[in-house]
């Protein structure tokens, strides 16, 4: 089992700048890949970005290609999402994943574990 504990979102204006973190606990040597997806209300989960724990090599979705960046920091089991020039349809709650593949497909389906999530409003 792997434990995923988001933080870091909130409330912040149009163009401002939010980082969210999510730590990772219990098994992680089984996670290959992390992932951020969100969801807004009425829509599905999306894809937001992935990163490798081995080579830290990112991918993007395109609608956030530019404005977010996909970290980790290997010696704290934790990984970064910083998101800047913000916009109100960047507004959704935002889940971390793991999974054991390492170049796992787009899709929530996927990913073997989730945090709880956490909220991100950006108003205009």
């Known amino acids: 089992q792997v434990q995923l504990v988001e933080s870091g979102g909130g409330l912040v204006q149009a163009g401002g700048s939010l980082r969210l973190s999510c730590a990772a606990a219990g098994r992680t040597f089984s996670s290959s890949a992390m992932g951020w997806f969100r969801q807004a209300p009425g829509k599905e989960r999306s894809f937001v970005a992935d990163?490798?724990?081995?080579?830290?090599?990112?991918r993007y979705a395109d609608s956030v290609k530019g404005r977010f960046t996909m970290s980790r920091d290997n010696a704290k089991n934790t990984v970064y999402l910083q998101m800047n020039s913000l916009k109100p349809e960047d507004t959704a709650v935002y889940y971390c994943?793991?999974?054991?593949?390492?170049?796992?497909?787009?899709?929530?389906?996927?990913?073997?574990?989730w945090g709880q999530g956490t909220q991100v409003t950006v108003s205009s």
């Open positions: 994943a793991a999974s054991s593949d390492r170049w796992p497909g787009f899709r929530a389906a996927e990913y073997d574990y």
């Open positions: 990163i490798r724990w081995s080579g830290g090599v990112t």
